[in-house]
């Protein structure tokens, strides 16, 4: 209707006294708040990057790969190219021979696309991919973000903490560490619709 005010008060709107309709006290009421926060209160922050942070084993830094007497772990199976949620892995392989059989020839991430989500080192059958520790990363330009193999391989030793703790933690979501849940689990319930699949031809037979 016309005339009528567009911001009309509620019944449940609080009434404000004379104090808090002049604004200014509550404003200071509020930063003496902040104040004695910032007095009382242990500090959370970090004064990087003089001050480093050490994040914990099951932190999801960059994914690299690992080395092994100077060679990649990596058998270039494809595998976390194809999880890549991104997008972000690209590699070539190449015939090695032996019991390895393959190697990636080279092997690329693309640091603007990954996202930390550490599908790469679910999937890698060989451990050969994990996620490190490190967390800082700039670039000059978009080319530099694309990490090979040199930047890639660091050696097995120095992810040792990460590897400790995949030993002890990876799939665990298949039965180890939380209550199982079959239904949940895509590979039995294929493998027990295939069961009954069997069961009844049997009965038909
Ligand atoms: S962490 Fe995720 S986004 Fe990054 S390379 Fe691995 S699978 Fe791709
Ligand atoms: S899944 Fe593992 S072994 Fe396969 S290509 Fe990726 S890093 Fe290499």
Redesign the pocket.
């Known amino acids: 209707m016309p005339g009528t005010p567009v911001n009309t008060s509620s019944a449940n709107e609080r009434k404000l006294n004379f104090w808090e309709k002049l604004y200014l006290p509550e404003v200071f009421k509020g930063l003496g708040y902040s104040f004695r926060k910032m007095i009382s209160e242990p500090s959370y922050t970090f004064e990087y990057p003089e001050e480093q942070w050490y994040p914990p084993d099951n932190y999801r830094g960059r ?1 690299v790969l690992v080395e092994e007497e100077g060679k990649p772990r990596c058998v270039s199976c494809n595998l ?1 190219a194809k ?4 997008m ?2 690209s590699m070539q392989s190449e015939d090695i021979g032996g019991a390895k059989e393959r190697a990636p020839q080279w092997f690329e ?1 693309n640091m603007l ?8 080192e679910e999937v890698c059958p060989e451990e050969a991919i994990v ?1 490190s520790k490190e967390y800082d990363m700039t670039f000059q330009d978009r080319s530099e973000a694309v990490f090979g193999l040199e930047r890639l391989l660091i050696p097995a030793e120095r992810l040792k903490d990460r590897l400790d703790y995949l030993e002890v933690e990876k799939n665990k979501q298949f039965g180890q560490q939380w209550d199982f849940q079959e239904e949940n689990n895509i590979h039995s319930l294929r493998d027990r619709k295939f069961l009954k699949w069997l069961s009844t031809a049997d009965e038909v037979s």
């Open positions: 994914p976390c999880a890549c949620p991104p972000a892995i991430i696309r990954c996202i930390y989500c550490g599908f790469c996620m």
